[in-house]
T-cell receptor, first 116, second 117 residues
């Protein structure tokens, strides 16, 4: 089974609107971390936000927030007030704690296009 | 600023001609990774080091080798590049989280885009 699933290959959003990028995960570890990265066309992978499995509150970083639903094993990224510079690929990733704890499992990514 | 540096940013090689990509870091992280990423796909982990402990992925071709002479540097050697090896190669680092702390993210370099002629 895939560890990370992103079901939206591409998304469009109007500038200044909010958008949600979906991510579901699969793990039997009790302790794990979930990460979102942004990759512009230049290619560099930029860390956006982190959610720990024991965190009771959803993570927020500026315009980014993570809608964490542990029972559903989902960790959706919400971008508020989209900007043209948000157009990029977005990857969800997970890091487990017990086995292979130095490996990051990536989803297939979502390409976000922000329309003016 | 502490960072991950990759050189060169763009590399052109000929079919079958060995090529080496380099990565250095000033973060003093003990884990270093090499990923291969093709257009619009997720990064594919080739291998990673925990200190000098080398961890190869089962599906990484023998054509890909790596060296880590010290904490700061890591090299990716492609012994006989084929057309299918044209891709972006990303180096990343992280702190080791042995013991159950999964909070640390990876820090990525800008990548080396490899073209095989």
């Amino acid at each position: 089974a895939q560890k990370i699933t992103q079901t939206q290959p591409g998304m469009f959003v109007q500038e200044k609107e909010a958008v949600t990028l979906d991510c579901t995960y699969d793990t039997s570890d009790q302790s794990y971390g979930l990460f979102w990265y942004k990759q512009p066309s230049s290619g560099e992978m930029i860390f956006l936000i982190y959610q720990g499995s024991y965190d009771e509150q959803n993570a927020t970083e500026g315009r980014y927030s993570l809608n964490f639903q542990k029972a559903r094993k989902s960790a959706n990224l919400v971008i508020s007030a989209s900007q043209l510079g948000d157009s990029a690929m977005y990857f969800c990733a997970m890091r487990e704690s017990l086995y292979n704890f130095n490996k990051f499992y990536f989803g297939s990514g979502t390409k976000l296009n922000v329309k003016p | 600023d502490a960072m991950v540096i990759q050189n060169p940013r763009y590399q052109v090689t000929q079919f079958g001609k060995p090529v080496t990509l380099s990565c250095s870091q000033t973060l003093n992280h003990n884990v270093m990774y090499w990923y291969q990423q093709k257009s619009s796909q997720a990064p594919k982990l080739l291998f990673h080091y925990y200190d000098k402990d080398f961890n190869n992925e089962a599906d990484t071709p023998d054509n890909f080798q790596s060296r880590r002479p010290n904490t700061s540097f890591c090299f990716l050697d492609i012994r006989s590049p084929g057309l299918g090896d044209a891709a972006m190669y990303l180096c990343a680092t992280s702190r080791d989280v042995r013991g159950g702390d999964s909070t640390d993210t990876q820090y990525f370099g800008p990548g080396t885009r490899l073209t095989v002629l």
